[in-house]
């Protein structure tokens, strides 16, 4: 991407006079932070956020050279050069992984005589689940975080920086400060309380229930499914997998994000937070689908299979998902980007949030009318989609 020796820090002013001016400072990628300082800010309940996980992206290769993320995670010290902020950063040298799509917002850019990239991306790469973008201890001020990022994307004269799938609780502080907001939709089941998935089915209209039943039968017949998490998971099983997301990857993506030492890493540093959900036939494995485990949420992300069988895909994906939910006590599954499929399966609209900031103020505007009607035409799709909801009425 040739600017990485460019990338610079500095200090970021206070927003109120009575504040200590902060020094804000970017690592040579999550590696070069202590697991534990990085730990601290991240917090637990979501895996993605931890060391662990974003350092075997860079481990694995997943990012880094050649793959169009460069790592740039951003630092904020207090006065004794202990981490209080991190921003998990990007600079980014395509629109690829994200699940936010700004393409158009390149070309206008390109278009007007500008250079779009690289821009800053705040995200986990290639997972669109929320979650927090600015990793506070306790205490800590959110807008010396988003001024550190400002400061980075002037200094180093990029387009914009991009902060995606944005936990909703700290959207006021990206509105504060004046970046714009997008919204979105995803797909998300909700634990009501349910004691099994029988349970489940009971707030389901007769006829979804009845659907639902025949899909599960149709995938299973046949097919046995095993849950695989901790000292269970092996590299045969990994082996496994591979196959699988190489196959929907190259036909999703072109090629597959993630490099197979990314699963082995995963697998050594926490296993305990990985749900394996593997269809086999006879013995051999056909199908899976690679869930984290959080504080209150399942989260799923890759599947990919080598034999079609009808259904399999909603029965590993969906189903066996609440079924782990509900074992586990979690709130809620989160099932990844998109998927209308995801209603008839119990699954609800909810809003996605993401904030842009576009130091340029032509651009600035043109986007953020953009969004405003964007916005709009987003809240009128997740009325129609609610009333779609297999659910009973009343």
Same mark, same amino acid.
């Given at each position: 991407?040739?600017?990485?020796?460019?990338?610079?820090?500095?200090?970021?002013?206070?927003?109120?006079?009575?504040?200590?001016?902060?020094?804000?400072?970017?690592?040579?990628?999550?590696?070069?932070?202590?697991?534990?300082?990085?730990? $601290?800010?991240?917090?637990?309940?979501?895996?993605?956020?931890?060391?662990?996980?974003?350092?075997?992206?860079?481990?694995?290769?997943?990012?880094?050279?050649?793959?169009?993320?460069? %790592?740039?995670?951003?630092?904020?010290?207090?006065?004794?050069?202990?981490?209080?902020?991190?921003?998990?950063?990007?600079?980014?040298?395509?629109?690829?992984?994200?699940?936010?799509?700004?393409?158009?917002?390149?070309?206008?850019?390109? @278009?007007?005589?500008?250079?779009?990239?690289?821009?800053?991306?705040?995200?986990?790469?290639?997972?669109?689940? %929320?979650? %927090?973008?600015?990793?506070?201890?306790?205490?800590?001020?959110?807008?010396?975080?988003?001024?550190?990022?400002?400061?980075?994307?002037?200094?180093?004269?990029?387009?914009?920086?991009?902060?995606?799938?944005?936990?909703?609780?700290?959207?006021?502080?990206?509105? $504060?400060?004046?970046?714009?907001?997008?919204?979105?939709?995803?797909?998300?089941?909700?634990? @009501?309380?349910?004691?099994?998935?029988?349970?489940?089915?009971?707030?389901?209209?007769?006829?979804?229930?009845?659907?639902?039943?025949?899909?599960?039968?149709?995938?299973?017949?046949?097919?046995?499914?095993?849950?695989?998490?901790?000292?269970?998971?092996?590299?045969?099983?990994?082996?496994?997998?591979?196959?699988?997301?190489?196959?929907?990857?190259?036909?999703?993506?072109?090629?597959?994000?993630?490099?197979?030492?990314?699963?082995?890493?995963?697998?050594?540093?926490?296993?305990?937070?990985?749900?394996?959900?593997?269809?086999?036939?006879?013995?051999?494995?056909?199908?899976?689908?690679?869930?984290?485990?959080?504080?209150?949420?399942?989260?799923?992300?890759?599947?990919?299979?080598?034999?079609?069988?009808?259904?399999?895909?909603?029965?590993?994906?969906?189903?066996?998902?609440?079924?782990?939910?509900? $074992?586990?006590?979690?709130?809620?599954?989160?099932?990844?980007?998109?998927?209308?499929?995801?209603?008839? @399966?119990?699954?609800?609209?909810?809003?996605?949030?993401?904030?842009?900031?576009?130091?340029? %103020?032509?651009?600035? $505007?043109?986007?953020?009318?953009?969004?405003?009607?964007?916005?709009?035409?987003?809240?009128?799709?997740?009325?129609?989609?609610?009333?779609?909801?297999?659910? @009973?009425?009343?």
């Amino acid at each position: 991407m040739g600017r990485r020796a460019a990338f610079r820090g500095g200090i970021v002013r206070p927003i109120f006079p009575s504040v200590t001016a902060i020094t804000a400072r970017i690592a040579e990628g999550v590696r070069a932070v202590p697991a534990n300082q990085w730990d $601290a800010c991240a917090g637990k309940g979501n895996p993605f956020l931890s060391h662990a996980f974003l350092s075997a992206l860079e481990e694995s290769g997943s990012v880094g050279p050649g793959s169009g993320w460069q %790592p740039l995670p951003i630092i904020v010290d207090d006065a004794d050069g202990v981490p209080q902020a991190i921003v998990p950063a990007y600079a980014k040298g395509h629109s690829q992984g994200e699940y936010v799509f700004d393409h158009s917002w390149a070309d206008a850019w390109e @278009r007007a005589g500008g250079d779009y990239y690289p821009k800053l991306q705040i995200a986990v790469p290639f997972t669109p689940v %929320p979650g %927090p973008r600015l990793l506070l201890r306790d205490g800590a001020d959110p807008a010396a975080a988003i001024g550190a990022v400002e400061a980075v994307v002037r200094q180093n004269g990029l387009s914009s920086a991009h902060a995606t799938f944005v936990d909703e609780g700290q959207l006021p502080a990206f509105q $504060a400060a004046g970046w714009l907001t997008r919204a979105g939709t995803q797909f998300h089941w909700a634990n @009501r309380g349910y004691g099994s998935f029988d349970d489940f089915l009971t707030d389901l209209a007769s006829r979804k229930r009845k659907a639902i039943r025949k899909e599960r039968a149709a995938a299973l017949d046949g097919v046995t499914v095993r849950h695989l998490t901790g000292r269970d998971l092996t590299e045969a099983h990994w082996d496994a997998f591979w196959a699988f997301y190489q196959d929907t990857g190259s036909r999703k993506w072109g090629r597959p994000y993630l490099t197979r030492r990314f699963f082995s890493l995963l697998s050594q540093t926490m296993a305990d937070d990985v749900l394996l959900i593997l269809a086999e036939r006879d013995g051999r494995p056909i199908a899976g689908a690679l869930n984290l485990i959080g504080g209150d949420a399942l989260y799923g992300r890759y599947w990919g299979a080598v034999e079609e069988v009808p259904f399999l895909h909603f029965e590993l994906c969906y189903y066996q998902a609440i079924d782990a939910a509900i $074992a586990r006590g979690l709130q809620r599954v989160e099932a990844g980007a998109q998927g209308e499929h995801k209603l008839a @399966r119990g699954y609800v609209p909810v809003t996605t949030w993401s904030a842009h900031f576009l130091p340029d %103020p032509g651009f600035r $505007a043109a986007v953020a009318d953009f969004l405003e009607r964007e916005r709009a035409a987003v809240g009128q799709e997740q009325e129609f989609l609610s009333e779609m909801t297999p659910f @009973r009425r009343g």
